[in-house]
Nanobody
Framework: VQLRESGGGLVQPGGSLRLSCAVS????????ITWFRQAPGKEREELSC????????SYTDSVKGRFTISRDNAQNTVSLQMNSLKPEDTAVYHC??????????????WGQGTQVTVSS
């Protein structure tokens, strides 16, 4: 099982980034996928999840309306479109596979992450 995040970088406040999570070893159509972030000195924050069963999505309040999670079964990838970025969005972003097909919050494997820095 391997998850590999990409797409991070430096962006100005108000800008956008699209993160991608490339998955190998299992199908994203079979397990829920979660994006979470970790900033220095802060607890892990789960941002969004997409269910494998029906593609339903959920978002934490801090990113609702700004971030969009999506899944490409053919490419076996999950993306996170991030708009209206704020300095407080600065963190290392990770994708993780849930232990179930629905968003249970019980995460199994995750990738090494991609750095997102929002600064002018």
């Amino acid at each position: 099982v391997q998850l590999r995040e990409s797409g991070g970088g430096l962006v100005q406040p108000g800008g956008s980034l699209r993160l991608s999570c490339a998955v190998s070893g299992f199908s994203v159509a079979s397990y829920a996928i979660t994006w979470f972030r970790q900033a220095p000195g802060k607890e892990r924050e789960e941002l969004s999840c997409i269910s494998a069963k029906d593609g339903s999505t959920s978002y934490t309040d801090s990113v609702k309306g700004r971030f969009t999670i999506s899944r490409d079964n053919a490419q076996n990838t999950v993306s996170l479109q991030m708009n209206s970025l704020k300095p407080e969005d600065t963190a290392v972003y990770h994708c993780a596979v849930d232990r179930y097909f629905y968003c249970s919050g019980s995460l199994g494997y995750w990738g090494q992450g991609t750095q997102v820095t929002v600064s002018s």
